[in-house]
């Protein structure tokens, strides 16, 4: 019989691979896309050469607001996601109302920081147009539901051959329907 440290353990690694991982992974490509993107952003609209944009200071800071800014919205999009007894929430109908008072509470606080030129100084951010902070908002959206699809369809656990932490999909639908029935 295992001991209960084993067990805790265990569930704990699966906890990673079914949350942690696929957040991770999905945050990283993300992430590095967008900062390659506006870094790049000159040369491909052919303002500059890409040896200019890759060494200018100025380009460089732009890219990592940007990551910054998408980092802090996934972030907050994340915060939706966690229940208070682990695993992610099982549907957007069981989001917490004190999580989504955290995550609107944060982005407030992240726009004064984004708009008041002191604030903004004192973090090393760079000033965005309100199409950036629109398009990098879009951007973590689509992040945060190929995110949800990732825990619904247990890929990370399909991928390595773990065991699901949770009942599989299509028993969760079977249990809705056998309740409602």
């Known amino acids: 019989m295992p001991s209960t440290a084993g067990l805790v353990t265990s569930l704990f690694q699966q906890f990673q ?49 940007a990551l910054t800014t998408l980092s802090i919205f996934c972030g907050l999009l994340l915060i939706l996601f966690v229940q208070p007894h682990g695993g992610p929430v099982p549907g957007w109908r069981d989001v917490h109302w004190r999580h989504v008072a955290l995550a609107l ?10 708009v008041e030129p002191g604030l903004r100084t004192l973090f090393e951010l760079q000033a965005l147009s309100l199409a950036d902070y629109a398009v990098l908002a879009l951007i973590a959206t689509i992040w945060a539901v190929v995110l949800r699809a990732i825990w619904r369809w247990q890929l990370v656990e399909h991928l390595l051959g773990v065991e699901p932490l949770g009942p599989q999909p299509e028993a969760r639908s079977t249990s809705r329907s056998a309740a409602e029935a």
């Open 17 to 65: 691979y079914a949350t942690v991982v696929p957040a991770a992974l999905a945050l990283a490509v993300t992430g590095l896309t967008i900062y390659i993107g506006y870094l790049l952003l000159g040369p491909l609209l052919g303002t500059q050469l890409v040896a200019e944009a890759v060494n200018s200071p100025a380009s460089r800071a732009v890219a990592r607001t």
């Open 105 to 114: 509470t944060l982005t407030v606080a992240f726009a004064v920081i984004a």
